[in-house]
């Protein structure tokens, strides 16, 4: 088959065709799609320090909100919340046993009503009676039940 | 004629980032052209040759330096043109399944003013058919150049400009055929500098 010969209009028709669709704008070997993999690749010492980084902030944000454990924290914040939106005082809601602990233990020092002497029982003064608990230090002589002095009497000595 | 593809017969070091840099800065141009006769999509010829370069540049460390670089990088980004085509092939056939008793939508103005006739006329040829006749007629390569490049023999070129040549004068006009060489018109014009593909 004889190679035939496209004629030099024809050959400027193809070549117009060709250069004015696809402008050529060559990006820069260094901008080419082939040369971004390499680029983007971190190295493996990098690798390892990110993942050092990301557990070390995974440990820390573990800590700062696991915590310990508080059973039944939850039942007093929504008894407290529930209590402020109703209006009522938060420590005459009815008390968890930790509440009453904590309400009694605040309000002991600030009630002016209430001493020691007062919520006391009678046999249980914190200050003993003399007539009941002689002191310790009180010398037993074994003589009558009037003489409390210490001292001796002079007629023993002559 | 393109004036592109410069020497690339100094030695090449296989797995060399400048040496690749180079085939990538003398090669570009020619590929851009012949994928686009490829496509008819400039975009996608671009994508195509950037996707080849990529293929490329990963087995870069395995390239044979007794082997043509040009002929290398040639194979490797028709293949990737020809992938590109049965894809979009196979997307055009999910169009015509999706839109199957719906209103046909009209082309874009745009794809209409750019794409000339010369362009849809090529793209409608077979891959390896339109890559020779770009190669031959406008980079200027001899039919044994291509048939190094293409790894074929030098008839098959020769059938296969022929087979171009009857398709386009059919879409574009009797002067498409061409004429038997003259002593005029025998002697063809090569690139300056392009000495890649050597006869050797």
Same mark, same amino acid.
Request: with cysteine; charged share 25%.
């Given at each position: 088959?004889?190679?035939?010969?496209?004629?030099?209009?024809?050959?400027?028709?193809?070549?117009?065709?060709?250069?004015?669709?696809?402008?050529?704008?060559?990006?820069?070997?260094?901008?080419?799609?082939?040369?971004?993999?390499?680029?983007?690749?971190?190295?493996?010492?990098?690798?390892?320090?990110?993942?050092? !980084?990301?557990?070390?902030?995974?440990?820390? !944000?573990?800590?700062?909100?696991?915590?310990?454990?508080?059973?039944?924290?939850? !039942?007093?914040?929504? !008894?407290?919340?529930?209590?402020?939106?109703?209006?009522?005082?938060?420590?005459?809601?009815?008390?968890?046993?930790?509440?009453?602990?904590?309400?009694?233990?605040?309000?002991?020092?600030?009630?002016?009503?209430?001493?020691?002497?007062?919520?006391?029982?009678?046999?249980?003064?914190?200050?003993?009676?003399?007539?009941?608990?002689?002191?310790?230090?009180?010398?037993?002589d074994g003589g009558g039940?009037g003489d409390?002095s210490p001292e001796p009497s002079p007629s023993n000595g002559d | 004629?393109?004036?592109?593809?410069?020497?690339?017969?100094?030695?090449?070091? &296989?797995?060399?980032?400048?040496?690749?840099?180079?085939?990538?800065?003398?090669?570009?141009?020619?590929?851009?052209?012949?994928?686009?006769?490829?496509?008819?999509?400039?975009?996608?010829?671009?994508?195509? #040759?950037?996707?080849?370069?990529?293929?490329?540049?990963?087995?870069?460390?395995?390239?044979?330096?007794?082997?043509?670089?040009?002929?290398?990088?040639?194979?490797?980004?028709?293949?990737?043109?020809?992938?590109?085509?049965?894809?979009?092939?196979?997307?055009?056939?999910?169009?015509?399944?999706?839109?199957?008793?719906?209103?046909?939508?009209?082309?874009? &103005?745009?794809?209409?003013?750019?794409?000339?006739?010369?362009?849809?006329?090529?793209?409608?040829?077979?891959?390896?058919?339109?890559?020779?006749?770009?190669?031959?007629?406008?980079?200027?390569?001899?039919?044994?150049?291509?048939?190094?490049?293409?790894?074929?023999?030098?008839?098959? #070129?020769?059938?296969?400009?022929?087979?171009?040549?009857?398709?386009?004068?059919?879409?574009?006009?009797?002067?498409?055929?061409?004429?038997?060489?003259?002593?005029?018109?025998?002697?063809?014009?090569?690139?300056?500098?392009?000495?890649?593909?050597?006869?050797?």
């Open positions: 088959m004889p190679d035939r010969d496209l004629s030099q209009h024809i050959r400027r028709q193809l070549s117009a065709a060709l250069d004015g669709g696809a402008p050529l704008i060559a990006p820069l070997p260094s901008q080419a799609r082939f040369a971004a993999p390499r680029g983007a690749m971190p190295s493996p010492r990098w690798r390892l320090r990110a993942l050092t !980084v990301a557990v070390a902030a995974a440990g820390i !944000v573990a800590v700062t909100f696991a915590g310990p454990p508080q059973p039944r924290e939850w !039942v007093v914040q929504s !008894v407290n919340g529930i209590s402020k939106q109703v209006g009522i005082p938060a420590g005459s809601a009815t008390p968890t046993p930790k509440n009453e602990s904590a309400t009694s233990g605040q309000k002991k020092p600030n009630a002016p009503t209430e001493s020691p002497e007062a919520t006391a029982e009678p046999g249980e003064s914190p200050e003993p009676a003399e007539s009941q608990q002689p002191p310790v230090s009180e010398p037993i039940g409390h | 004629m393109g004036a592109e593809g410069e020497a690339t017969s100094a030695a090449l070091r &296989p797995g060399n980032r400048d040496d690749f840099d180079r085939l990538y800065r003398e090669n570009y141009p020619r590929l851009l052209r012949t994928l686009y006769a490829i496509t008819g999509d400039a975009a996608a010829a671009e994508d195509c #040759v950037q996707e080849a370069f990529v293929k490329a540049w990963r087995a870069w460390p395995r390239f044979r330096p007794e082997r043509a670089p040009e002929g290398w990088l040639h194979q490797i980004a028709v293949n990737t043109a020809i992938s590109y085509r049965r894809r979009a092939k196979l997307r055009s056939v999910g169009e015509i399944l999706r839109r199957l008793g719906r209103p046909a939508v009209g082309r874009d &103005p745009g794809d209409a003013a750019t794409a000339s006739d010369v362009i849809k006329a090529l793209a409608a040829l077979p891959p390896r058919v339109a890559a020779d006749f770009v190669l031959r007629y406008h980079h200027g390569y001899n039919n044994r150049e291509i048939a190094r490049l293409q790894g074929v023999s030098e008839r098959t #070129v020769g059938a296969r400009l022929a087979q171009a040549r009857d398709e386009l004068s059919r879409r574009l006009g009797p002067d498409w055929r061409g004429k038997l060489p003259t002593s005029e018109t025998a002697g063809v014009h090569f690139p300056r500098g392009r000495s890649g593909v050597s006869d050797a």
